[in-house]
Each structure stands twice: as structure tokens, then as C-alpha cells.
């Protein structure tokens, strides 16, 4: 069994591990640059949105404030704009529908995320995969010349020769652990900076959100009137 699957992993060889590594990579590549460019076309000076936002409720203008929050483009005025759709139902019923809009952006963002978490957790791991097997392939190179039967000087010779053939083989199957680790570390940084821009867009939600409802509830708006 031992000698089956090491044949297998001496035939496949260590190659379609690079050419693996290299696919992972232009997707994780792609990935980061497409995220890149949502958060860049969804980005929005969110305090002057706030204080654009506390003056016309203050002032009872919640049609010019819908139209303040559609003017822009950011998930944090989706979310606080699909509860002031419903502004007339009283502060309950916003509330539900800014928490079903905030989720529905949260997927938003987040989407394909999760890749470039995987890609980073386990590029290393496939990396070490391909040195194992070329380590596995040059240990073999080294037991095949030595039982080999001696032919004189040309024997001596090969034996000599051998250990630095394995030498050269462990080297090239390095390779592979620094190629995986060249992809896990952008993948990484990519991911937890993306996460973090997530993180501040649901609480810049949140704070956006609480104008809306401090207005709604200091004024007893919509249903909670009756």
C-alpha cells in the first residue's frame, strides 16, 4: 500500500501543485481587485451623511432626507433609507426593516471573502504538500542509486553524484512552501483588511441608524402616534 501510494506521488510528481498555486493565485487576485472596487464605488463621507441627515429630520423634511440618502451611494444609506421607507409605521417596524437591509448588504460585502480566508489558511499546507512530494521523489532518486549494482568507476561515480541530485531536488521542492506561502500572505492581509472595512461600514449602519430613530421616537412619528 505504502509503495503504491508512493509511486503515485513519485509519478504525479510536485508540478500540478505550482500550476495549482498559480490558479489560486490569479483568483485571489482577482478577487481582491473586485472587492477593491466595491467598497471604493460604495465609500461616502458617512459623517457629513449624518449631519446632512440629523438637519432635515430635525427640520421634518423626511422626504428631502430620503432624497439625501438616495443620492448616495454607500450601503450605510441602503440600509437607513429602507428604514425610513417605513417611518410611517412607527420606530418597530424601522427597525426591522433597516436590520433585514443591513443583512442583505453584510452578504453584500462579504461575498467571496470567505475564498481568500481559505486561500490564506491553507496555501502553506498545499505548498508543504508539493515539497513533501518532491522530497518523497528525491529520497527515491537516492534509494534507486543505491542499490544499484556496482559497475567500477562508473558506479562510484553515480553514487557520488547522487546525493547532490537529491540535494538539487529538495531545493526545487522548497520551491513549492515559498510559492504557497507568496500566495498566503497577500490572500491574509487582503482578507482581514477587507473584514475590517465590513466591520466599520455595519457600525458607520448603526450610527447612521440611530439618527433615524432618535428622531422617530423623540417625535412619536408614524404608528406610535396613535
Do not use: C
Amino acid at each position: 500500500m505504502i509503495e503504491r501510494l508512493k509511486s503515485a506521488m513519485v509519478g504525479a510528481g510536485a508540478e500540478w501543485v505550482l500550476w495549482l498555486m498559480l490558479g489560486l493565485s490569479v483568483i485571489s487576485l482577482a478577487i481582491m481587485l473586485e472587492r477593491a472596487w466595491l467598497y471604493y464605488t460604495l465609500s461616502d463621507d458617512v459623517e457629513a451623511l449624518m449631519r446632512d441627515l440629523a438637519k432635515l429630520l430635525r427640520g421634518g423634511d423626511l422626504k428631502g432626507a430620503k432624497a439625501r440618502l438616495e443620492l448616495s451611494a454607500s450601503s450605510e444609506a441602503a440600509v437607513v433609507g429602507a428604514g425610513l421607507a417605513e417611518a410611517d409605521l412607527g420606530s418597530a417596524s424601522v427597525e426591522e426593516a433597516m436590520a433585514g437591509a443591513q443583512s442583505l448588504q453584510r452578504i453584500k460585502l462579504e461575498r467571496r471573502l470567505a475564498f481568500l480566508g481559505t486561500v490564506g489558511n491553507n496555501a502553506p499546507f498545499i505548498g508543504l504538500l508539493g515539497t513533501v512530494i518532491g522530497i518523497v521523489g528525491a529520497f527515491d532518486e537516492l534509494g534507486k542509486a543505491s542499490q544499484a549494482p556496482a559497475q567500477g568507476a562508473a558506479s562510484a561515480a553515480a553514487g557520488a553524484l547522487a546525493p547532490q541530485a537529491v540535494m538539487t531536488n529538495i531545493a526545487e521542492a522548497l520551491v513549492a512552501t515559498a510559492v504557497g506561502l507568496v500566495v498566503a500572505i497577500p490572500a491574509v492581509a487582503a482578507y482581514n483588511i477587507f473584514m475590517r472595512q465590513v466591520k466599520e461600514t455595519s457600525a458607520n449602519t448603526d450610527a447612521l441608524g440611530h439618527v433615524l430613530l432618535a428622531h422617530l421616537k423623540s417625535n412619536g412619528s408614524g404608528a406610535e402616534k396613535a
